[in-house]
């Protein structure tokens, strides 16, 4: 079998891509962001300083939830990996209470199968549902959350998840169905890098 093709993105990349995003996500006004562990962790945390209030100075904060669906985990089966989401860490004991009211804006760092986003935006919509209907009918409304998803790269692809056309999307960039190559991934920092330029550099030359 033929190695597929990689995408090696290095920090400045994916800097500057959340960067930009950070402009079209801005009108979203999200008061909150749930990180997907671990490749959500460090895009949350740079789109956080460009969607800070200018006028407030404050911070939104950052919630992390953990799903897994190619990870080898404990008591997990081979027919599980890449067919079912796997929680390892959600928002507390009542997560939906976190959540009530909120503009929470779900991040990851690649949209491959959609299956990950599909789970995360249905189960959080499920905890805030519960606490909803705790409320009176008269504060439901004014109470409800809203929820968009940010992810750093969406694959070109056939989805096998599916997420509701109401639910406001953002993608930083969008590429083929190749293997990306995070620099968080990389033991060598400095030879991710200098592929990543020659990968550069071999496009730039490409007619």
């Not at 404050?58 to 985990?73: F, H, K, T, V």
């Not at 109401?166 to 030879?191: K, M, N, Q, R």
Request: glycine share 6%; with cysteine.
């Amino acid at each position: 079998m033929d190695e597929p093709e990689h995408l090696r993105a290095t920090y400045n990349d994916i800097h500057n891509i959340i960067k930009a995003s950070a402009e079209k996500i801005a009108p979203f006004k999200p008061n909150m962001l749930i990180a997907i562990g671990g490749g959500g962790f460090f895009p949350a945390r740079v789109l956080r300083t460009f969607l800070k209030d200018p006028s407030t100075k404050r911070n939104i904060p950052i919630q992390a939830i953990g799903l897994s669906l190619y990870e080898s985990l404990p008591g997990t089966t081979a027919e599980q990996l890449g067919s079912q989401v796997i929680r390892t860490q959600w928002l507390g004991p009542e997560p939906g209470k976190t959540l009530l009211g909120r503009r929470a804006l779900i991040v990851d760092e690649v949209d491959d199968s959609r299956k990950t986003l599909q789970y995360a935006l249905s189960e959080l919509e499920k905890d805030v549902e519960l606490e909803l209907q705790a409320l009176p009918e008269s504060e439901r409304e004014a109470n409800r959350t809203e929820f968009a998803i940010f992810v750093v790269h969406n694959k070109l692809k056939p989805k096998l998840g599916e997420l509701p056309l109401s639910t406001p999307y953002f993608a930083g960039a969008e590429v083929g169905d190749v293997w990306l190559d995070y620099p968080w991934e990389a033991v060598d920092i400095e030879e991710h890098d200098r592929l990543a330029a020659q990968d550069k550099t071999a496009a730039c030359a490409e007619p």
